[in-house]
């Protein structure tokens, strides 16, 4: 099964992609994470994404669909989360799996207001300890201290309010015109991405549910 997740910066894709891999025990493919982790280990990727991760700009789609290639080749089941974020990316993605006789299965548009997605962005911390990540406002936390090892949480360097405007930007010029590309493939399944986080993660194993038992039946 390959299932997509689509959404503005904020929307909490990063969070139910990862709890539906491990649901599903297929592997999670994120390319903020990725590209994340080769900038921390400075690698050549890393030196040559590390700005422009910063600006909040979208990285260029050779490298990107380059990335991806290598990252699912060996793979028959995977969620991706970050990918495609262009229609030109959706497009190879496309031509990639129909050489393997796949396609994308379903495509997970989460669906949230302005005023979440800035409220849910600027709580978001990490823990660079264990690596686990929180919402101050959504998990409620008192101080910014991981609530399980203790280490101090830190922001995402492009969580600044100037880099979340540009983010937002980015997503409603290049990204948003992907809901009407898989629409058109019958693909999309629109959830209401507000309320707590169980509760939308419900939703979503519903519309999964309900698309696996249509394509059975047919
Ligand atoms: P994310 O963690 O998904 O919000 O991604 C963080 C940053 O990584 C984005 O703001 C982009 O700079 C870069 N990035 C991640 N995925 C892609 C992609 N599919 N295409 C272009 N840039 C990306």
């Known amino acids: 099964m390959i299932v997509v997740f689509l959404g503005i910066p904020g929307s909490g894709k990063g969070t139910q992609a990862k709890r539906l891999a491990k649901l599903l025990d297929v592997p999670y493919v994120g390319t903020g994470d990725i590209l994340r982790d080769n900038v921390a280990k400075k690698t050549p990727l890393g030196v040559k994404v590390s700005q422009i991760m910063k600006n909040g700009e979208l990285?260029?789609?050779?490298?990107?669909?380059?990335?991806?290639?290598?990252?699912?080749?060996?793979?028959?089941?995977?969620?991706?989360?970050?990918?495609?974020?262009?229609?030109a990316q959706a497009n190879a993605l496309e031509n990639l799996l129909s050489g393997f006789g796949k396609k994308v299965d379903c495509v997970i548009f989460l669906d949230v207001s302005d005023e979440e997605v800035v409220r849910r962005i600027t709580g978001r911390v990490f823990c660079p300890g264990c690596r686990r990540e929180f919402n101050l406002y959504t998990d409620g936390l008192k101080e910014e201290k991981c609530p399980v090892c203790g280490g101090e949480l830190l922001r995402r360097s492009d969580d600044t309010p100037e880099t979340i405007r540009k983010r937002i930007g980015e997503y409603r010029t290049k990204t948003a015109p992907l809901i009407e590309y898989y629409k058109t493939r019958g693909a999309l399944n629109r959830i209401d991405g507000s309320g707590a986080v169980g509760e939308i993660f419900s939703r979503i194993r519903e519309a999964l549910d309900n698309k696996f038992k249509r394509q059975t039946a047919n």
Not at 65 to 87: A, M, N, Q, Y
Request: overall charge negative; charged content about 40%; aromatic content about 6%.
């Open 59 to 87: 990285v260029d789609d050779e490298t990107i669909i380059e990335l991806i290639k290598s990252e699912i080749k060996d793979k028959p089941s995977f969620i991706l989360d970050g990918f495609p974020r262009t229609v």
